[in-house]
């Protein structure tokens, strides 16, 4: 008996113990969160006004969407950079002018390729040849995109399959394709060009925006499991532009122009690479449109307030439709337009 009861006093006391130390524990850890947290902010505070870029000369650099509009400035500013250049795009006529642009502007080497990000097969068949070709990339850059820009109900199944693979799953089997070269030399970078509408949605961006939601939560989760196994070598970079003045976008209009300006394409391609090169983990554009994150915490009257009078109801109302290169051939509602 005295010894059940010497037994039973000494499992409560080890209880006890235990949820001591791990209380301890729990208090230390967050004393040296604060502590690291305070100083990481601090660090990047003062490197702020150091211009610590990264050397990417000679580097093996993959632009999908390259044809055309940011994905051409991303490839001309590398270029400047002298790193070498790989262009995906299913415009071949547009990609060969950005391979021209390129090589005037100094890349060490540029290859093109016609891909259509629609079709996995294609994407790994591309993928081997660029590792037969060229070699192991070094930063992957998925760029390439598509906008509907029609009501929910409006969109054709195709549409919206569309623009889920081209904004979304493409990413999926680039990454796929380039990153197990990545990881066995822990040393790389994934870069996707996502959007403001990744952090708040429009009117007439169902598909996209649910693309672009996607493309963010999953290089921030692959970013985050390159963390925990160990990869600090592999850095990505986000980036969620506003509406830029490049075709993909053709008569959308901004209500506030004195807050959300569309973008000059070339200030977008510099500040992409520019974030690219100092290994930024997100690049918001205009920087300040990430505190449209803050309407979760708003009522939501408010919220419809901010939309209306930030013009996401009606940003689209004037959008000319999808645009063959250089070329405006259907409305919204998708019939051909009258010149
Ligand atoms: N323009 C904007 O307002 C804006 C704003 C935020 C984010 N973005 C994003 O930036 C990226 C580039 O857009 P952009 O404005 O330069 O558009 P863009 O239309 O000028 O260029 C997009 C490129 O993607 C290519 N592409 C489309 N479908 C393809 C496919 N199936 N296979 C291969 N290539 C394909 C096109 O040929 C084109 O060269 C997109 O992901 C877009 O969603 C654009």
């Known amino acids: 008996m005295l010894i059940l009861l010497v037994n039973y006093l000494i499992f409560k006391l080890e209880n006890r113990f235990n949820r001591v130390m791990l209380i301890i524990r729990s208090i230390l850890d967050t004393i040296e969160f604060l502590i690291l947290f305070c100083y990481y902010c601090l660090e990047a505070f003062i490197l702020m006004f150091f211009c610590l870029r990264k050397n990417v000369a000679g580097k093996i650099v993959l632009v999908t969407g390259s044809a055309n509009g940011i994905g051409r400035e991303i490839s001309i500013n590398l270029a400047r950079l002298g790193s070498i250049l790989i262009l995906w795009d299913i415009d071949e006529e547009g990609n060969s002018k950005t391979a021209d642009l390129a090589k005037a ?5 540029v290859y093109t390729y016609k891909c259509d990000l629609r079709k ?3 994407i790994y068949t591309v993928a081997e040849q660029v590792k037969r070709e060229v070699g192991d ?4 850059i998925n760029n390439a995109g598509v906008l509907k820009g029609k009501i929910f109900l409006d969109l054709l199944d195709s549409d919206m399959e569309e623009t889920l693979e081209v904004n ?9 394709a380039f990153l197990p070269a990545m990881i066995a030399r822990n040393k790389g970078h994934l870069v996707s060009i996502a959007s403001v509408s990744s952090l708040v949605a429009s009117n007439k961006l169902t598909d996209y925006t649910a693309s672009k939601a996607a493309a963010f939560g999953f290089l921030e989760s692959l970013a985050f499991e390159m963390r925990a196994a160990g990869k600090k070598g592999i850095k ?15 008569g959308v209009q901004t209500t506030r122009p004195f807050l959300f300006p569309i973008l000059d394409v070339g200030y977008v391609g510099k500040k992409i690479v520019d974030g ?9 554009l205009p920087p300040y449109a990430r505190f449209i994150l ?5 009522p939501a009257k408010v919220v419809f307030l901010l939309v209306e009078y930030l013009g996401l109801l009606n940003n689209l109302d004037h959008f000319r439709g999808e645009v063959q290169r250089g070329q405006v051939t259907k409305d919204s509602t998708g019939l051909p337009l009258e010149d």
């Open 105 to 109: 502007n100094g890349a060490l080497a």
């Open 120 to 122: 996995r097969e294609e």
């Open 137 to 140: 990339v070094d930063i992957l």
């Open 168 to 176: 979304t799953t493409a990413h999926f089997w680039t990454c796929k």
């Open 236 to 250: 990505t970079t986000i980036v969620c532009p506003y509406y830029v003045d490049t075709e993909l976008v053709t």
């Open 276 to 284: 690219i090169l100092k290994e930024k983990l997100y690049v918001v």
């Open 294 to 298: 803050l309407k979760i915490f708003l």
